[in-house]
């Protein structure tokens, strides 16, 4: 088993999410985190999912996305071919900052972001990997968390975005029949 980052291309359509999370249902797999956004193409989507499987599964997977009616294009990648992140934002009492000098050391040592300061609380942000805003989380544990909230990975390729590349041919396909 290991993490691939999958991502699909697609037109905004109503009912694509639903189809494409039931690939995953049908098989018994684990969306580990999901992200929705436009892509760098106008009029195109892109689905960011995170699953863990072995190779085969992937590539069957990736294969019954590219059925998907609306579905252009799905590619997967290992992690070391992405660049990745995600964002996380904590809740925290507002005298957490004043009563003990922890949780400012721990902000600075998490490079967090105070997004927010007002009587009762306290808004952070952290953008990094999973196991540095989990790990934030669980310093900030000590002196207590209100709200957790953490969003799904975003990533980009290092090799050059596949999508370009099949677009193209795809086209000058087109152009010479």
């Known amino acids: 088993m290991e993490q691939f980052t999958i991502t699909v291309f697609s037109e905004n359509k ?60 799905a590619f997967y990648y290992r992690n070391e071919e992405m660049v990745y992140q995600e964002i996380a934002l904590y809740k925290i009492p507002a005298d957490s900052l004043s009563s003990s000098g922890l949780t400012e050391t721990v902000i600075r040592k998490f490079h967090a972001r105070i997004l927010e300061i007002n009587a009762e609380f306290i808004v952070l942000e952290k953008t990094g990997h999973p196991d540095e805003t989990e790990a934030l989380r669980i310093q900030l544990e000590k002196t207590g968390i209100y709200e957790f909230s953490r969003s799904g990975r975003i990533a980009i390729a290092r090799p050059m975005e596949k999508l370009n590349t099949y677009l193209k041919t795809f086209q000058e396909q087109v152009s010479t029949h």
């Open 14 to 73: 109503t009912g694509l999410l639903s189809r494409v999370v039931s690939v995953f249902t049908r098989r018994h797999i684990n969306i580990d985190s999901l992200a929705v956004s436009r892509s760098s193409i106008e009029g195109i989507h892109r689905f960011t999912i995170v699953v863990m499987v072995d190779e085969d599964m992937i590539k069957h997977l990736v294969a019954q996305l590219d059925k998907q009616v609306d579905v252009i294009k």
